[in-house]
């Protein structure tokens, strides 16, 4: 019976010799060839692991994914892949997995079934059980429910973009991440990208730098980012050793999986340890940092250009061990952190009759070097190791001894099939030391490659250098409350200058407030006095005192002639910033008629006379502006430094002071803090002029930017900053306590703004 | 007055890191004002101790603090029922008896306190009362030894030139780490193996001077520790307990000195 078309019932039809498999293949009631092409051996694999009422779940279930209309494929992954699922947590999972299908099939999203299905294997393998499992399946509903897309509001319409990416990448995110860690990494990119679907795509799909970052902070085991400083510490402490730490990345690379080395530039370190067994990841950093600092103090480099690979690994070989036993001499307790790291190798686990046994030799060899209760009985691994404590008996020996000792027992114990392509692997890997390429050095030029052009010689491409580079800074989500990391990038520059007559003609128009605050000044200089009490000569009686001892006196004990007090002037101890914004509404006008001044002028007025009086006071003050383009491009520009004097130079600056962009304040702040903490004075002040609320043109929700500020504010709080804001937005009160708490002061008039910037800071350092 | 209250009774133990004790005997033979510096617990007013035993000559210390006025190194009166009294302060006994005296730790002291010993310590070997008026001449045995730790130099708390040309000095360290061994095992009778793994502690912390610590483990502090083992506390609860959390409340260094502690005691 054809059709015409296809040839439905040629399927359906199909003869299986087992009577169970014809059972099984009428049950599920199939038309696609390429499904019972496969099918018994499905069935058979399938039945090693699953119960008898387990496998009419799964006969269901796959005819179940034959009639979902999306041709053969669910059902033909499902069919190859739950065996291995059911083995690794269970049959119970089908039940969920089901409905997540059924789910997925009623929205838009039935595409995402069949990679969903494609890396469920590999993820149950990872979770290793059920409840794993569902959690998993939360997690991508979370992220299904929430991004998929409408048009009309309550109709769902639009497939989520990146929930096919989620599952390609879950095995890749899973060995990395633990299960909480994907979730906030899947809320991270819901959160950041549910209206941007090419964004979405990208990040889920890992493409985007910002999915990289989030995901290296979800990582479990020990971040060298959280450590660096204990390391360096330990560097320092222990090994008197002060070189730089650079991390190199372990996710990306899954082939080859780098090794931790040393050179001029630097130690290069993981920038994770997961915790392995009894030893922790910062154990296992050290265990690292020790062994290379042991080679730096007691390794010469060999002329290897006589030797074979082979020859080459044993020496290393036997040269780690050396290192390792001289360090386990300066630190004994180093010996329990090396044995727990280090493989123990079975005598027997490998055949030299089909492998190649020489790294399994040398793993053995390593390991009787330093653990004395090894138990291997081999006679010439037993002389070796007797030897090798007999070198190392008085003294640290060196290389070239270990050398010859390590060719020596190659030589010696070299077999044929040792040059074999299959090679034992098993427990010879020691992950802890490093790739040993300062152990060798050659004379001759590799004959490997011929290099027509020298490398060395190829000119550097000269990079421009244009302004300083920019640095990054996090930004605080009110949402998840957390840091997106290295968020905005801030870029510094010196301000472009103009004419400075402009300025002091500006100075001019205010003389007569420039008298009163002249006045106000020398009533501050004096103040800073304080009082030394108990002192036997002084400038004033000190009454408390003067009346204690009389008591004293009185009744007959002996009295405290230190009953007078002294002054001492006590300098100012104040360290200003005054950070300006500069954004696009600074250009309003403010007054009507001929008077009308954009705020600008009016902050340049400002600025001016608040920078006149306190280099009168002598305060270090520094002044900046900043604007923003998007969290990509933050301008911080450079007007005067704490050191720089009020001449020409800053008002120059002062006076091409302009007005655009938006304002993202945080980054500002926190750029403005870095300054202001490294001052050492007593008293910190970071002064906010600002005409709006923070906003820039890339974030829509204006809480958002708020609550970072915020976050920048207690930041430098707890830095010991003290930031004041004077806004210049009438409708201020709403927003800027919330941000400031109660250090701000909100100016209605803003035509008084030169004259009351001066005064508050006069009245905030009184 | 009692001179012999102010004698060193019993020998103090004093291990010589160098030629030091023939020079102090020199300067002393002089009558030259001595100067001792070095950081905190490396054995600088052990060092005085152990010299006026040896002189066997009384010792009068003072513990220096910035409320502390001239008149209470040099004297004042003191108020009566039935009139005022003199009272000599530690510096007028100590010249006035011909003993050493023994300023510690001068740095803390005011500046001005300071220079009451000016005319002590030079070709005059004078003390003025001027509240008194007398001039009180210095007995021919009477010595001015001053100890101060450079290590807190903050700008604020340092000693005058005029000051400090006035003194010969012994520039104090931590002993050499066999010499440090050996001082431990001799204070308090610690086994030597278990003193040298304590000293290898105390350089592993003093590596850290300037990276999170202002000043390293002293040898007062092993010989705390040595002491506490000696007593027998468990070797690494007396080195945390004694070198560790007096010194730092960093909890990277204190991570880093206890992985020490952990390796090193096994």
Redesign the interface.
Known sequence: MTTGIRTVADARQRAFEHPQVQDYWKAVDCGFAQVADVFEECIYDALTSLHKDEMAAYVEAARLLGKLGRGAEPMLVFLQEWPSVAQSVGPGALEPVVLFIKAMQKSPNGKAITPFLQTLAAVARRLQSAEQIENYLDVARELMVRTTGSIHGHHSTFPSPGLPHLFEQAPFLLNLLPLGGLKNWVDYGIRNYSHHPERQEEYFGLKLADSKAVMQRERRGTLFADVE??L???L???W?DGDQLVPYSTAFDELRKPIPYFDSRGLRVPDVFEDAGQIGG??RY?AVLAHMVGHRKWSTPQIADNWSPFQRMAVEFFEDCRIETLLCRA???????FLALHPKPVEEACDPATTSCLRHRLAMLSRAFLDAAHGYRDAELNLVVARFHALLQDGPSNTAEMASLALAYVAKTRRQSDQLAKVHFDDTVIDYRDDNRHLWQFIEDSDDEDFFDDPDKKLAKESEIVGLPPRHYPEWDHHTKTYRPDWTSVYEALHPSGNPADIDKLLEKHAALAKQLKRLLDLLKPQDKVRIR???EGSELDLDVALRALVD?KG?A??D??INMSHRTDGRNIAVMLLVDQSESLHQKVGAGETAQSILELSQEAVSLLAWAIDRLGDPLAIAGFHSNTRHEVRYQHIKGFSERWDDTVKARVAAMDAGYSTRMGAALRHAGHYLGARKADKRILLVLTDGEPADIDVTDPEHLRADTKKAVEELDTKGITTFCLSLDPKADEYVREIFGNRFRVLDRIERLPEQLPMLYLSLTK | MDKTQYLVKQEPFYQAQGKEVALYEAAYAAKLPVMVKGPTGCGKSRFVEYMAWKLQRPLITVACNE?M?A?DLVG????E?NGTRWLDGPLTTAARIGAICYLDEIVEARQDTTVVIHPLTDHRRVLPLDKKGELVEAHPDFQLVISYNPGYQSLMKDLKQSTKQRFTAFDFDYPAPELETLILTKETGLAEGTAAKLVKIGQ??R??KG??LDEGISTRLLVYAATLIKRGVDAQDACRMALVRPITDDA??R???D??I?????
């Open positions: 400083r204990q360096d510490l330990y320092r402490a222990l008197q910062i154990d050290r630190y004994p307790g180093l010996r329990r952190i108990y002192q036997e006196f007959g002996t009295p002639p230190r | 409320d006025t008149s004042r009166y003191l108020l029922a592993v912390g590596n850290l990276h999170g990277d260094i991570a880093t000195l992985h020490a952990d390796t090193t005691f096994v």
